[in-house]
């Protein structure tokens, strides 16, 4: 009886393609991920005006309300003056 486990190696032109597909996956979900934060988010900084904006209202409905306001204006006379 053989005592000692023998374990076969995978071939090395096997490794490099799996480490390919593996990278090109990783580099393609990053890719995704970064462009839809980038496409779907309001910029940062204009929050924090439009809430520095609405700060005066004292129930946070009005305050969501108006800085949502504030950040919708701009669009819509973007829209309006095409």
Do not use: W
Request: charged share 15%; with cysteine.
């Amino acid at each position: 009886m053989n005592a000692k486990a023998t374990f076969t190696r995978p071939r090395v032109a096997t490794v490099l393609v799996a480490s390919g597909l593996s990278a090109l996956i990783t580099f393609g979900l990053f890719a995704a991920i970064v462009g839809a934060f980038q496409r779907a988010g309001t910029p940062f900084d204009q929050i924090l005006t439009a809430e520095h904006v609405c700060a005066q209202y004292a129930f946070v409905s009005e305050r969501d309300n108006c800085a949502r306001l504030y950040l919708v204006a701009p669009r819509i006379q973007n829209v309006a003056s095409r």
